[in-house]
């Protein structure tokens, strides 16, 4: 597909329910400081809220997709999931491990996954700050879209790589 052979060397694996409270930090904790530069507070408040709630149904969510994490000796840095066989749904780094290959590594062994679950095309929904590292990354924006969480609007791109039909 696309991924790249670049990345550090830091271990993957599944994500377990011993890690759901650390994804679900790391999540939230990315959004605000990261995504800040193009989304305004109420709308990284409407991704990321704070609260047991909404961290326990990422933990689930996570869960349920089979995430995979990234960890820096015992430090979860990174996590990214499928959702079905092609949709590229979640991919976070840590703040102070951007730009270290974190994201390559993880988005590289989750299009493997995809593929092996018969794949030819690996979808995505990236936010305005994620879209550069997925051009990058060899995937092409289809269209622009526009999610609504808690009744805010957050605008994204809809994106492919790889070959095949694109719903």
């Known amino acids: 597909m696309c991924e790249k052979n670049v990345g550090p060397a830091l271990r993957l694996a599944p994500l ?6 650390a994804a679900a930090e790391l999540f939230r904790e990315t959004v605000h400081a990261v995504n800040a530069r ?4 109420e709308q990284l408040d409407a991704w990321a809220p704070s609260g ?3 961290a326990r149904r990422l933990a689930e969510r996570l869960l349920r997709q089979g995430a995979l994490g ?3 000796g015992s430090a979860l840095v990174g996590f990214g999931s499928l959702e079905g066989a092609d949709l590229l749904d979640m991919l976070f780094v840590r703040r102070d491990h951007q730009g270290r290959g974190v994201a390559r590594l993880l988005a590289g062994a989750l299009e493997r996954d995809a593929r092996d ?4 095309a690996v979808q995505t929904f990236a936010s305005i700050t994620a879209r550069p ?4 990354q060899g995937y092409v924006v289809l269209r ?9 609007q957050l605008t994204n791109s809809r ?5 095949g039909p694109v719903p």
Do not use: I, K, L, Q
């Not at 377990?16 to 409270?21: E, F, L, N």
């Not at 193009?38 to 507070?41: F, H, V």
């Not at 994106?159 to 070959?163: I, V, W």
């Open 117 to 120: 679950r018969g794949a030819h």
């Open 38 to 41: 193009d989304y305004t507070s």
């Open 133 to 136: 590292f997925f051009e990058r």
């Open 159 to 163: 994106g492919s790589c790889g070959r």
């Open 144 to 152: 622009e879209n526009v999610a609504v969480r808690a009744g805010m």
């Open 70 to 72: 990234a960890w820096d």
């Open 52 to 54: 047991a709630g909404p």
């Open 16 to 21: 377990s329910s011993r890690d759901a409270a």
